[in-house]
């Protein structure tokens, strides 16, 4: 199967977390949100310009700019 980026999800899209390619800071703070491998996600909403996208992880909608959700990967459902 083909890895995706999350930012690449258009609203109603679901994606299983493959892997995560940031460390660091930001590698803590996606964990720490629910953005583990084997989550399902769902993007929810776009903002009208495309940036930021809100996603439904865990019960809980979360807003990434794309800049930030580029480095989740996963496959599409």
Known sequence: ???YPLSDMKKGECFY???LLTKGELRQRLLDLGFVPGTKIECVRI???GDPKA???RGTVIAL???DASS???VKI
């Open 1 to 3: 199967m083909r890895e």
């Open 65 to 67: 700019r794309n800049k």
């Open 47 to 49: 903002s009208p310009f």
């Open 55 to 57: 996603y439904s992880v």
């Open 72 to 74: 989740v990967l996963g």
């Open 17 to 19: 977390i493959t892997r």
